[in-house]
């Protein structure tokens, strides 16, 4: 089923400059981009974000983090793109993620993991709404998706 997912290229992505190299990685899979902006995470939008982590040991560094340089977020969308999208990013922890996964890739460390992706079509949907309004998701037609789609 085709659907939307959240993506967001956290501050040590945007500071290490390959937010390109991680747009490529989606495009080449076939995937849309329908929205994106670069953008600071207010304390209160991390907070709201990362509530399901309130209380765990990395909590309040994973907020100081996520609010400590602009974000790149995005709305992706396509054919199962939520599992997709998790699989291209990698495991949580950079030492587990494979090579060829984004996090396999280009990180060592679980608390600088270049970016975030919806682990669910439920989460998905609420993180979309937290960052985006309706009118800053787009709907256009690519020609190529004849090529991609059955
Ligand atoms: P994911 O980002 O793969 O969905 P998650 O939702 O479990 O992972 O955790 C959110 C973020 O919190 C994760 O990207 C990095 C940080 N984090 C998770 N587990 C951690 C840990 N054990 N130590 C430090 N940071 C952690
Ligand atoms: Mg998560």
Redo the contacts with the bound molecule.
């Keep these: 089923m085709v659907s939307k997912t959240f993506l967001m290229v956290k501050p040590d992505g945007v500071q290490r400059q390959i937010i390109g190299d991680i747009i490529s990685r989606f495009e080449r899979k076939g995937l849309q981009l329908v929205g994106a902006k670069l953008m600071r995470v207010t304390t209160e939008l991390a907070e709201e974000h990362?509530k399901?982590?309130k209380g765990k040991?990395?909590y309040e560094?994973?907020i100081q983090f996520i609010t400590s340089g602009p974000v790149f977020a995005m709305v992706w969308q396509g054919e199962n793109v939520v599992d997709i999208t998790r699989k291209l990013?990698g495991k949580?922890?950079p030492k587990d993620a494979e090579p060829g996964t984004i996090r396999g890739d280009y990180c060592l460390y679980?608390?600088k993991?270049i970016i975030?992706?919806s682990?669910s079509e439920e989460s998905a949907v609420r993180e979309i709404s937290l960052f985006f309004n309706e009118d800053e998701i787009l709907e256009y037609n690519k020609d190529i998706d004849v090529w991609i789609y059955k």
């Design positions: 990362y399901e982590h040991p990395f560094n994973l990013i949580t922890n679980v608390s993991n975030h992706g682990d």
